[in-house]
């Protein structure tokens, strides 16, 4: 079970090194480029992109020893959840903010950034990991039909 755990943390460090990365860059060059609502812009899409990426992996962490058909309903019910409360933020800084305050083009420019380098980060660490995936046995299974 440490493995496991081990493999987990290994990928989280892989996904969101990157993309704090990214984030801070994309912020101080937002911010020489539009000034305080770039940053703000910038500062809540570096929150959202990572927040929502990394409750992936905590669904993931849950649903580890759960049936195939449980862990895809988990799955489904959290894709759901993300994407509705997603664009419930968006409504919400876009109805009760001034674009003068928030840029919506520096969180939507920021947003992209880390979203690549968070799943250029995952592709990477997947790849450097090479998890071994268990194989159903041959046991049960009928060849013949």
């Known amino acids: 079970m440490a493995n496991i755990h081990s493999s987990d943390t290994q990928m ?12 801070l860059i994309s912020l101080i060059v937002i911010t020489i480029v539009n000034g ?5 812009g910038a500062l809540l899409a570096s929150g ?9 992996l905590l669904v993931a962490r849950l649903s580890r020893n759960l049936d ?3 862990t895809m309903a988990l799955a489904m019910f959290s ?16 109805n009760f903010t001034d674009p003068a305050t928030v840029d919506r083009m ?6 992209i950034l880390i ?9 990477r660490s997947f790849l450097k990991l090479r998890l071994q995936l268990p194989l159903p046995s041959k ?3 009928n060849y013949e039909s």
């Open 12 to 23: 989280w460090k892989g996904e969101v090194i990157p993309a704090v990365i990214t984030s």
């Open 139 to 141: 046991e049960g299974i």
């Open 36 to 40: 305080k609502s770039g940053f703000i």
């Open 48 to 56: 959202t992109v990572i927040i929502f990426f990394s409750m992936h």
């Open 106 to 111: 520096s969180f939507a420019i920021s947003a």
């Open 115 to 123: 979203i690549i380098a968070w799943l250029f980060g995952e592709i």
């Open 68 to 70: 195939p058909m449980a």
């Open 79 to 94: 894709y759901f959840t993300k994407v509705i409360l997603m664009g419930a933020f968006l409504v919400l800084v876009t």
